[in-house]
């Protein structure tokens, strides 16, 4: 008999998918040992080997409905199987399963139902298929009400996806304001968003830059209320001079067109994980040892 346990176990030996790791044990009679062979004569175990590769490149997109989007970031470890058609094969489907189901995590996502098992069984197996490390890595969903409008923009083929909700404005407005998010990464949509502790060390950090250009402590503590406004403008959304018209900030740009902005997504692929190092000499020569 084959236990949840057995699958379980040869899962996280071979970092094959639930539905192959059950279909091996019960091509073997349950030998764990025989079912990791089995895996890797049929090449689904060669993902686990590539488990531990460093996956930072890839595609960010979205994917717009009448009251609904989903933008996501899956990854890749060279650009060059990022601009696979199977690759972006992939992250469509991803996408479409997401905006029909109601999940909020990743590890939720992974276990919806395809055509060829759960999305993750399809993650495990396009990884054995492309022979690249491929990681899904977060998404985000908004729904929005009959007044709101989604503005999202693309940018160099997907490296860097941006989506914003903005109330009692057109598509034009909307998507102008997704494009300068993409060019100017806000971080904030205005300075009631940045938190206090944030605040804190950036004034602490503009009062010790005013003490090291030789300014009294006194005078430097009065530095800093006009400092901080200098950063608010550099982060927030509302304040940033708007790329299209330097003369006037994102947040009169909106008000100028009746909008509120509710929400704003910037997807920059690979932001925050580590890089990979190609050595190809080094590679080349554990392809001649293996």
Not at 213 to 223: R, T
Request: proline share 1%.
């Amino acid at each position: 008999m084959i236990t949840a346990n057995m699958v379980k176990e040869l899962r996280e030996i071979t970092g094959a998918g639930m539905l192959d790791c059950k279909k091996a044990l019960e091509e073997v009679q349950g030998d764990i040992e025989k079912a990791i062979d089995w895996l890797r004569e049929k090449g689904i175990s060669k993902a686990a080997k590539k488990a531990d590769r460093i996956a930072a490149e890839g595609l960010a997109n979205i994917l717009i409905s009448e009251s609904g989007a989903v933008i996501v970031e899956i990854n890749s470890e060279t650009d060059f199987v990022a601009k696979n058609e199977e690759f972006r094969d992939l992250i469509k489907l991803i996408l479409d399963i997401l905006a029909k189901n109601n999940v909020s995590t990743v590890e939720e996502a992974l276990l919806l139902k395809t055509e060829e098992g759960t999305l993750e069984d399809v993650m495990v197996a396009k990884t054995a298929k492309i022979g690249e490390k491929l990681s899904f890595r977060r998404f985000e969903k908004l729904t929005k009400n009959d007044n709101s409008t989604f503005g999202s923009y693309i940018h160099m083929g997907g490296k860097i996806a941006t989506l914003v909700e903005i109330e009692n404005v057109n598509e034009e407005v909307a998507k102008d304001v997704a494009m300068h998010v993409a060019a100017m990464k806000p971080l904030y949509i205005n300075r009631n968003d940045v938190p206090s502790d944030v605040v804190l060390k950036e004034q602490e950090i503009i009062k010790e830059q005013a003490i090291n250009e030789g300014k009294p402590a006194d005078i430097a503590e009065k530095m800093v209320a006009g400092r901080i406004n200098k950063y608010y403008k550099e982060v927030c959304l509302d304040e940033q001079p708007f790329v299209k018209d330097g003369d006037i900030a994102v947040g009169t740009y909106i008000k100028n067109n009746n909008g509120n902005i509710k929400r704003m997504i910037r997807y920059e692929v690979g932001e925050g994980l580590e890089k990979r190092e190609d050595n190809f000499a080094e590679e080349v020569m554990n392809q001649m040892n293996n």
